[in-house]
């Protein structure tokens, strides 16, 4: 397996020309100034802000693109439908002198590097997810350490006021990690209809309606899952119909599997399967989650063990049933990242500085080591889609 670096390639000339021939491109978001994480340790990251990298969908080759050293601790990202704008989280404690966090907009300039627009305070402790709608005229964000949700509106790429804040109460089983709300992500559903908060504090999924104007929720849900005590929901995801959400247990390391109803935003216990094979152990804990385009696999990736866990879904009742278990070739695998047409899976391994590629079998949705990349303190990793190719 070979290991490619980031350091010293951005430049190149013949770097550049490769990079014009990728047809799918990753932007990969770092820790680099100081976070306090859950458990109470300081982590100081490596990162420099939001890499980028180009990638040949047919070879699984990866190269080196600029960096935006705009921004910090941009531990998650999403990318506007046009592909025109990035938006990332930035997992602060402190912003503008206040015990807060901030969300970044950028426009995509050439060469696909990400140039900030601007950034606009959360309200709320270490933002660490977020969602966009399809217009791109809305966005949520979870702040984990304050246990709240900031929502804004967007215009032409930039995030022009938050709307509203939303802050959950509760505390769970677990005196450390669930002395709190915390919430760890947000999601649409397919018709937008309603927006979903997983908090980790008190393990329960949060259904708000969302308006139609003015970028706002319903103050009071529509719906309140309540998962085992002590599970420590964390990262969601759902097959393509939005029949199924299937949502990792951090504390349990486990997996949950959910059947949704789009009309009324509940929620419906299906089952609980571990996210580990042999014995648990307690430094174990289920991170990110992503499911294949045509939803007959899941993939959960699993720090601790450092392993990603491979599911097959019944297509009639959403049930998972394990296939495979594989290791990262890293340490702490926090994020997962699948391209959009399901060839590759890409782990980021964020105590290790590495991103390892597996190459996915189409039809029995197991993995093969085929690659490794090394990125700093990589804790986002996402491909998409580059049809018109690179160029400066």
């Known amino acids: 397996m070979d290991t490619v670096s980031l350091s010293g390639q951005h430049h190149a000339v013949a770097v550049k020309e490769k990079c014009m021939e990728k047809d799918l491109i990753l932007y990969i978001g770092t820790y680099g100034t100081p976070l306090k994480m859950g458990d109470g340790t300081i982590y100081r990251g490596k990162g420099k802000g ?146 979903l908060a997983v908090n980790l504090g008190d393990d329960t999924i949060t259904v708000y309606r ?38 990792t247990g951090e504390l349990d390391v486990s997996v949950y599997a959910l059947k949704y109803d789009e009309n009324t935003g509940s929620l419906e216990y299906l089952q609980k399967a571990e996210a580990y094979e042999g014995e648990r152990q307690d430094f174990y804990d289920a991170a990110g989650a992503v499911i294949s385009p045509d939803d007959r696999y899941l993939y959960v990736s699993t720090r601790g063990s450092n392993k990603i866990a491979v599911y097959s879904i019944e297509q009639a009742t959403g049930y998972l049933t394990p296939v495979q278990f594989i290791d990262t070739d890293g340490k702490n695998p926090r994020s997962l990242a699948l391209d959009p047409a399901g060839r590759w899976v890409i782990a980021g391994n964020q105590d290790s500085d590495s991103l390892t590629v597996y190459k996915r079998d189409m039809e029995n949705g197991q993995l093969s080591l085929w690659n490794r990349f090394l990125v700093p303190t990589p804790v986002c990793v996402k491909i998409y889609n580059n049809p018109s190719g690179i160029s400066d």
């Open 50 to 195: 939001i890499y980028t990298c180009y990638m040949d969908s047919q070879s699984g080759e990866i190269i080196a693109g600029p960096v935006n050293e705009e921004t910090s601790n941009t531990s998650w990202i999403e990318r506007s439908q046009d592909g025109k704008f990035l938006y990332a989280v930035n997992e602060l404690d402190e912003f503008e002198g206040k015990e807060q966090g901030a969300v970044s907009s950028f426009s995509v300039c050439g060469g696909g590097k990400p140039a900030l627009i601007g950034s606009l305070a959360t309200g709320g402790k270490a933002p660490c997810h977020l969602c966009l709608n399809k217009e791109g005229t809305f966005l949520a964000a979870a702040n984990y350490s304050s246990g709240s949700i900031s929502l804004f509106n967007l215009k032409d790429g930039k995030i022009i006021g938050q709307t509203q804040g939303i802050f959950h109460t509760g505390k769970g089983a677990d005196p450390l990690r669930q002395e709190c709300s915390h919430l760890h992500s947000v999601l649409l559903d397919r018709k937008e209809k309603h927006l």
């Open 210 to 247: 969302k308006e139609e104007k003015d970028g706002i929720v319903s103050e009071q849900p529509d719906f309140v899952y309540h998962g085992f005590p002590g599970s420590g929901l964390r990262s969601m995801v759902f097959t393509s119909d939005c029949r199924f959400l299937y949502v």
